[in-house]
C-alpha cells in the first residue's frame, strides 16, 4: 500500500485543530479520524499512536517556526531590533498555535528522547552569533552588564509563560478568551520595551 501525501496532510490539519482545542490529553484518535473524514484504521495506518501523530504534528509547526528564529537571531541588526522581532514573531506564531509551548514543557518531563532529537536536527536554532553579540555590547559599555544566557532566558520566560500559564492568568486577571487573546497581542510590544529597559544604558 502506497501511502497518499494528501490523506496524510488531512490527518495532520485534522489533529492540528483538535489537538488546539482539546490538547495532548484530551484529544482522541476517532475524533481525529472523523476530524480528517477517514475511518479510524487508516489514521492509524498512517500514525500507530496518539503520541507519534502529535509529534508529527508539532514538527510540522515548528520547522516553521524555527527558520524565522534563526533568522532574526543571527542577523546584523541590534539587539533591541532582535528583541522586538522576536517576541513579536514568537508571539504571533503562537497565537497560531497554542499547543506548543505546554507540548514541549510536557515532553521535557515525560519524554527528553524526542527533545533531544529535536535539538539535534540541522534546523534547531542557534543563537551563538546574538550571545557574543550581547557580550560585546556588554564589553562596550552600550547597555547594562548582563550574561548573554540570562538575558536570552528571560527573553523565553517572558514570551512564554503566558501561553504555559494561559488558565491560571485568565482567572487571576479574570479575563475571557477573547480580552486574553488581545492582551497577548499587546505583549508583542509590551515583552520586547520591558526587556530593553531593562538593559538599556539610561
Excluded: C, W
Aim: glycine share 2%; net charge positive; aromatic share 12%.
Amino acid at each position: 500500500m502506497i501511502k497518499d501525501i494528501s490523506a496524510e496532510e488531512k490527518i495532520l490539519n485534522a489533529a492540528k485543530r483538535v489537538f488546539e482545542n482539546k490538547g495532548m490529553e484530551g484529544a482522541r484518535m476517532q475524533e481525529i479520524a472523523n476530524e480528517a473524514k477517514i475511518n479510524k484504521s487508516l489514521l492509524h495506518y498512517y500514525y500507530r499512536s496518539k503520541q507519534l501523530l502529535f509529534e508529527a504534528v508539532f514538527k510540522a509547526a515548528f520547522n516553521k517556526l524555527a527558520p524565522q528564529i534563526n533568522k532574526i537571531f543571527n542577523t546584523d541588526e541590534s539587539i533591541f531590533e532582535k528583541i522586538k522581532n522576536f517576541s513579536d514573531n514568537y508571539t504571533s506564531f503562537m497565537i497560531k498555535h497554542p499547543y506548543l509551548p505546554n507540548f514541549i514543557l510536557q515532553e521535557l518531563n515525560r519524554n527528553p528522547d524526542f527533545v533531544k532529537e529535536l535539538i539535534s536536527t540541522k534546523s534547531f536554532p542557534s543563537i551563538k552569533k546574538f550571545q557574543d553579540q550581547i557580550n560585546d555590547t556588554v564589553k562596550k559599555g552600550e547597555i547594562r552588564p548582563i550574561e548573554s544566557e540570562q538575558l536570552f532566558i528571560n527573553i523565553l520566560a517572558l514570551n512564554i509563560f503566558p501561553f504555559i500559564g494561559a488558565p491560571l492568568l485568565k482567572g487571576f486577571i479574570n479575563a475571557t478568551d477573547k480580552e486574553y487573546k488581545t492582551i497577548l497581542e499587546r505583549r508583542k510590544t509590551d515583552v520586547s520595551d520591558f526587556i530593553i529597559q531593562s538593559i538599556k544604558l539610561k
